[in-house]
């Protein structure tokens, strides 16, 4: 081992033992970048936290991390290197691997003069990688850089693979990317004609078998509701030995966004307002390279301390959850959340999840918020679209938990253990419903979702065809997500246990089959209304009259159902519109038809909602907010 190395080992040593803890503070007070007063504060954070102490003066207090690089590479003898302006050698970094650099601060630059250069970020870690490094690249010695000139370098000289990572970080086994259009096509058509042979020649039969299917799922999704509301009735009682963690974790956000305009100074306004310590928040921003709205947009704002952008370089496809794949190789927390565009998060929202993660089992690795709307009195569709999303979050969703269920995942508010999640393999990046997906496979992989009190409001969508357009992506996921899923039955099976694989036939197959025959479901009405019903013409009076009061019951329960989660939502003034819904529904068996159609024409296409549009009149009227630090100071620092 080199002098140099020996040197660097003493100097590490000595750092550990608090010898030269100060050095950096004092080094920055010298050149006038820091105040001693600021200094001890920041010391103080990085003790109680347990972070290092150039983290919290660049998050906390906004000190610059090149004026960190200069005192770091006084106090470790070396010079600093801008791997962007000087480009490293991408042989050395892929032999170390593009996602570990991230993650670990460090660069394998280039050889000079029998030396491996190795660029750190976080120079005060590097001892730790030393043994590695040199058993790798052979002698090896240290520069200095900074974490952003890193991620830049990265970014740029490592594309190809950093994309090629992000779209197939799920296990193919795991993915729908090999999904065939040809065969689905093939498949559709087969069973087009089938139904068609069958309508021409016994058109009473089909209607009868395709009315009982749809019967009896209506019963087992009608049931489940009842178990969901019985068991639901009551809020989970707080567990009397909950405790408060001992450090709070550092948690990264991702926020992904495409084509936002009108969403844009609502949603800083809103991440400022956030009041989880700032040294302990990243929230970054997701942006598409070809996203040239959102980038302009951006652009001519100031972004917040503790926020910053990552931009997802083009590649294959264009997913949301392609783009988180990406984004997570550079995100730091050991907690990874996820928020949309639009979302408006209560402030407190992370201290319950650093405390939820705190008291639950290891077992439990995602967190679900509950979403809520806005804008629900903007117009009849975003009413009925709140209704509906205070029954799935505040009743049944709640009620899958406590039957122990598979959990399907929302888009938003959900928090992840980044260990599990990396796991997992991140998100499937083609599939259009990457939630659901990613839900099942927790449970698949033996670990659990718990949903958590707190409240992020969205906006509704409310207008009608892009409601239908939202809607068909959502059910064509739930489609891809249970042909991945169902595979290999056996299996899921195995991996699920019986129950929970009943649990995913219902969830996924019930939902889709609700959803199509609707239309058939509808005709029951017809009786109440006065005109004749195909089927009473073949069925015993008692029988057709019993199968009609049957769906007039599950109308009955739905509308029980909506009181109770519009109870627990505080929006009971919604209820009126609660017997409206039957005219709502059938925008959903229009999306279904729309999502089976681009089930064979273009499966992985991610049709993207306009946010801003429908936004509270008291928004509209606030001024673009000014910059602020990200999250204000706390109680406990």
């Known amino acids: 081992m080199s002098r140099v190395q020996n040197e660097f080992l003493r100097d590490s040593a000595r750092i550990r033992s608090g010898a030269i803890q100060t050095f950096l503070p004092k080094e920055l007070i010298f050149h006038g970048f820091l105040s001693a007063q600021l200094a001890s504060e920041a010391e103080n954070i990085a003790q109680l936290r347990g972070l290092r102490l150039a983290d919290v003066l660049t998050s906390r207090f906004g ?25 490293p050698d991408t042989t050395l970094i892929r032999e170390f691997g593009a996602t570990k650099c991230l993650q670990t601060g460090i660069i394998p630059w280039r050889k000079i003069g029998g030396y ?147 969403i844009a100074e609502h949603l800083l306004a809103r991440l400022t ?50 783009a988180l794949n990406y984004a997570l190789d550079f995100a730091r927390g050991s907690i990874i959340g996820v928020w949309d565009a639009e979302d408006a998060p209560a402030p407190d929202q992370l201290h319950k999840v650093a405390d939820e993660f705190a008291n639950a089992a290891p077992d ?83 670990y659990r979702t718990a949903l958590i009190d707190t409240v992020t409001e969205e906006e509704a969508n409310g207008r009608a065809w892009p409601w239908v357009k939202q809607r068909s992506r959502w059910l064509k996921g739930y489609a891809i997500t249970y042909g991945v899923h169902m595979r290999d039955p056996i299996q899921l099976w195995r991996d699920l246990g019986a129950w929970r694989f009943f649990g995913v036939q219902l969830l996924f197959l019930g939902t889709l089959s609700q959803f199509v025959l609707a239309p058939l479901l509808w005709t029951f009405w017809l009786p109440v209304l006065g005109v004749a019903h195909p089927l009473s013409l073949i069925m015993q009076p008692w ?12 109308e009955l329960i739905g509308w029980i159902v909506t009181y109770i989660a519009l109870g627990k939502a505080n929006k009971s003034w919604l209820f009126k519109w609660a017997f409206t ?54 109680a406990d620092g």
């Open 116 to 262: 491996t250069i190795i660029l750190s970020a976080r120079p005060d870690e590097f001892a730790v990688h030393i043994a590695q490094l040199s058993a790798q690249y052979g002698p090896i010695r240290m520069a200095i850089t900074t974490d952003d000139q890193l991620g830049r370098a990265i970014a740029h000289e490592c594309k190809d693979d950093l994309v090629a990572n992000a779209e197939t970080k799920t296990p193919v086994q795991d993915s729908c990317r090999d999904w065939n259009p040809k065969h689905a096509f093939f498949v559709g058509i087969t069973a087009f004609l089938g139904f068609l042979l069958a309508f021409v020649f016994s058109p009473v039969a089909l209607l009868g078998i395709l009315v009982a299917w749809a019967i009896l799922t209506l019963i087992m999704t009608t049931a489940l509701k009842i178990a969901a509301a019985i068991i639901g009735w009551q809020s989970a009682k707080p567990n009397p030995n909950n405790v408060t963690p001992a450090r709070l974790p550092v948690i990264t956000m991702l926020v992904p966004l495409y084509n936002e305009t009108a």
């Open 273 to 322: 307002a956030l009041n989880y310590p700032r040294e302990l928040l990243e929230v970054c921003l997701v942006l598409e390279a070809d996203d040239l709205t959102t980038r302009a947009t951006l652009g001519r704002t100031t972004l917040p301390q503790g926020i910053r952008p990552i931009i997802v370089p083009k590649g294959a496809i264009k997913t949301k959850p392609r």
């Open 63 to 87: 000190i610059s991390q090149y004026s960190i690089a200069l005192a770091q590479s006084t106090q470790y003898k070396t010079q600093i290197v801008d791997p962007v302006t000087e480009p």
């Open 364 to 446: 439990v690795v995602c967190l679900q918020g509950k979403l809520d709307y806005y804008n629900a009195s903007a117009n009849w569709l975003t009413r009925c679209f709140t209704i509906e999303y205070a029954s799935w979050f505040r009743v049944i969703l709640p009620g899958l938990q406590r039957l122990g269920l598979a959990v399907p995942l929302g888009g938003t508010t959900l928090f992840f253990k980044r260990d599990a999640l990396h796991e997992l393999g991140g998100w499937d990046a083609h599939n259009v419903t990457e939630d659901a997906d990613l839900g099942i496979r927790l449970a698949r992989h033996g």
């Open 581 to 634: 819904l039957s005219l709502y529904f059938p925008l959903g068996a229009l999306a279904a038809y729309k999502g089976i159609y681009e089930l064979v024409t273009k499966p992985f296409y991610w049709d993207k909602t306009a946010h801003g549009l429908l936004l509270p009149q008291s928004w509209k009227s606030r001024a673009t907010p000014q910059p602020q630090p990200l999250g204000h100071p706390t």
């Open 543 to 554: 029988a057709f009259w019993m199968l009609s009061g049957l769906f007039i019951i599950s």
